[in-house]
């Protein structure tokens, strides 16, 4: 069973940075497509940005385009969301996923990581 563990979230004024950090326990997950996900109170959970597992193709939410970086590496078998620019309406429960490639199901997820930036 693989199991996706999140760090680095914790709370930012408004313009600083966070990294969150996405690590699989169980096996590697280097051929899935890797994502973020957030969901913030009161709120459905929404997509945030996704990176491909051979070309590193990426695609970002409207909301965080220009601010936030996906990254993975391969050989560490771990996943990065470099967050800039903070803005309180990014404040939400962080959450990595894992997609096989040629499917739309995100099949595993993570726990979910706090980031909270006070307005």
């Known amino acids: 069973q693989v199991q996706l563990v999140e760090t680095g979230g914790g709370l930012v004024q408004a313009g600083g940075s966070l990294t969150l950090s996405c690590a699989p326990s169980?096996?590697?997950?280097?051929?899935?497509?890797m994502g973020w996900f957030r969901q913030a109170p009161g709120k459905e959970r929404e997509f945030v940005a996704l990176?491909?597992?051979?070309?590193?193709?990426?695609a970002y939410a409207d909301a965080v385009k220009g601010r936030f970086t996906i990254s993975r590496d391969n050989a560490q078998n771990t996943m990065y969301l470099q967050m800039n620019t903070l803005k309180p309406e990014d404040t939400g429960v962080y959450y990595c996923?894992?997609?096989?490639?040629?499917?739309?199901?995100?099949?595993?997820w993570g726990q979910g990581t706090q980031v909270t930036v006070p307005s």
């Open positions: 990176i491909g597992w051979r070309f590193g193709d990426v």
């Open positions: 169980g096996r590697t997950l280097s051929r899935y497509i």
């Open positions: 996923a894992a997609r096989p490639t040629g499917t739309n199901s995100w099949d595993y």
